[in-house]
């Protein structure tokens, strides 16, 4: 069973912090990786997606990859108080598959 | 921006009834997607649709679900018999690559919320 695990939270951190938000995942054949924001009530919005290893930024926002660990992270600088969701990691598998297989998701809450 | 949409917004069903989720998928892309999240859990993969054809399709997706593209800018889910622990949000998304590759992205609709009685 191809799994994603994140710490469910809550994550608490002041406002201007960095917040540092993780995922594991399972299946060694992995090829990307996404990181989707949800409000309470509301449809995954995307955020960023990373296939190679390494670092990735867009913006506040960067993505860490190191397939050999089977980890990806998000950093989020200069943390908003409107930066408070739930952040949704999310794999696609080898190959041709396109679907995603979901964490639980974060809470992340931003403190002014 | 374009955008995924999605309707109704919220469907409340009896149980054994049929219901037919709608969605419009950004205009230019070729491949659409059901996901569902119950309340408090994972968003859940049910199928992949692409050239008027299912691609994929997860355990969930068994013979109560199906999918149709009845013209050439809606998608449709179809649940034939309602149960109980159908009620979810179910969300369509899509995506524009042909390449299938890394770089594959899907955006999302805003869900509909069902509720089975």
């Known amino acids: 069973q191809k799994e994603v695990e994140q710490n469910s939270g809550p994550l608490s951190v002041p406002e201007g912090a960095i917040a540092s938000l993780n995922c594991t995942y399972s299946?060694?054949?992995?090829?990307?990786f996404f990181w989707y924001r949800q409000y309470s009530g509301k449809s995954p919005e995307l955020i960023m997606f990373i296939y190679s290893n390494g670092d990735k930024e867009d913006g506040r926002f960067t993505a860490q990859l190191n397939k050999a660990s089977q980890y990806v992270s998000l950093l989020i600088r200069d943390s908003q108080p409107s930066d408070s969701a739930t952040y949704l990691c999310?794999?696609?598998?080898?190959?041709?598959?396109?679907?995603?297989?979901w964490g639980l998701g974060t809470s992340l809450a931003v403190n002014p | 921006e374009p955008e995924v949409t999605q309707t109704p917004s919220h469907q409340v069903t009896q149980m054994g009834q049929e219901v037919i989720l709608r969605c419009v998928p950004i205009?230019?892309?070729?491949?659409f997607y059901w996901y569902r999240q119950i309340l408090g859990q994972k968003v859940e993969f049910l199928v992949s649709f692409y050239n008027n054809e299912i691609s994929e399709k997860s355990e969930i997706f068994d013979d109560q679900f199906s999918v149709e593209r009845p013209d050439g800018s809606n998608f449709t889910l179809k649940i034939r018999s309602t149960k109980l622990e159908d009620s979810a949000m179910y969300f369509c998304?899509?995506?524009?690559?042909?390449?299938?590759?890394?770089?594959?992205?899907?955006?999302f609709g805003p869900g509909t919320r069902l509720t089975v009685l």
């Open positions: 998304a899509s995506s524009d690559s042909l390449a299938g590759g890394a770089t594959d992205t899907q955006y």
């Open positions: 205009s230019n892309h070729l491949y």
């Open positions: 299946d060694r054949g992995s090829q990307s």
């Open positions: 999310a794999v696609r598998g080898a190959g041709n598959n396109r679907k995603l297989i």
